[in-house]
């Protein structure tokens, strides 16, 4: 595996930098945040999860009501044989082993930083469930800058499904929804960041339940609002890092050798760590290179440890020169930075043969 400078200051957001939105909520992650750069700033649009206050005998689950402009908490007891409690993130049916309650809600804030390693957190929420589709809350951002607007793809979960929603802002300040780009079941969605041709790409990773596998999937757009010409772009790969599922990480990377692709695999064992893959620049259905080690993986304590462990998940990075400066969420709780080097990630990406590369 090539080496990732993790930031001395690591972790860089906990849940006790947050606030949370309400009185009767704790904060319980604050992770997996899209990035952007903007006016000399670098942006975090964190993912904040929030728990009702804990209860020996049972778990709270939070909900956002629709119609009452308000979120509620329904309460299971932990002895009632129909559940599985056994997973920290959710309530599962024993007898299917479906997910039927989240144990957090979701909304994005925004966190600020001039140096890229302190950042501020925002009070308030900057996008929070609103609709029917996010009742269960919002996750899991994706920051794309096209032509001066900052376009935010995220996961919209509710009892329908877990959708896919887009948003846009321009400074950071105000935000519009502009809806729901993709149906349940789908998540880990990523907007290239220009057309290629005269469209607009995005990766996704569906997820029905007649389809074992968790892939990557490519589609196109004339507009951002309709998407058509799925493919599958690359699998998972048993007994390898990624050999359980895969996923949309940071933003696609425009290079001289093809479209950079830092994406997210979890093993059999739910080990998520970093991974890249290179795209043709004109055709991104073509897949050139892919790593078969990953580029970063759970290694330091934050990462082993926490309220999911052995999680690293990226939504975002910036390039500087040869530098890659990402930033992930760490065990589903914290955040987290690395340096990468573009030089070595190529030479780890020039180990694959690109006229027969490992399997997708």
Known sequence: MMPAI?????????????????????????????????????????????????????????????????VEVHWFKRSDPHYDFSDPRAVRRKDTGETVWLTSMSHLRLARSRDGRHFTV??????????PYEAFGVEDPRVTEIDGVFYITYTAVSEYGIAVGLAATRDFRKVQRLGLILPPE?????????????????????????????????????????????????????????????????????????????????????????????????????????????????EAIYELNGFFGGVVFSCGAWVEGDVVHMYYGVSDEAMAGADLSMREIFEVLAGVDAMNPVTI
């Open 122 to 131: 925002e009070e308030k929420p900057f996008l929070a469930p609103e609709t």
């Open 186 to 298: 789908n998540k880990d969605v990523v907007l290239f960041p220009e057309r290629i041709g005269n469209r607009y790409y995005l990766l996704h990773r569906p997820a029905p339940k007649s389809m074992v596998d968790l892939d990557i999937w490519l589609a196109s757009s004339l507009d951002l609002e309709t998407w058509g010409r799925h493919r599958r772009l690359m699998g998972r790969r048993p007994g390898m890092w990624d050999g359980a599922r895969v996923g949309g990480g940071a933003v696609p990377i425009r290079t001289d050798n093809g479209w950079l692709i830092l994406y997210h695999g979890a093993n059999e064992k739910n080990e998520y760590a970093m991974g890249a893959c290179l795209l043709d620049l004109d055709d991104p259905s073509k897949v050139i290179a892919r790593s078969t080690e990953p580029i970063l993986k759970p």
């Open 6 to 70: 993790r930031y001395s200051e690591n972790p860089l957001i906990t849940p006790r930098d947050v606030p949370p939105s309400h009185p009767a909520m704790k904060v319980i992650g604050a992770f997996n945040a899209g990035v952007a750069r903007y006016k000399g700033e670098t942006i975090l649009v964190l993912r904040v999860a929030e728990q009702a206050s804990a209860d020996e005998d049972a778990v709270g689950v939070p909900v956002y009501n629709p119609a009452h402009r308000t």
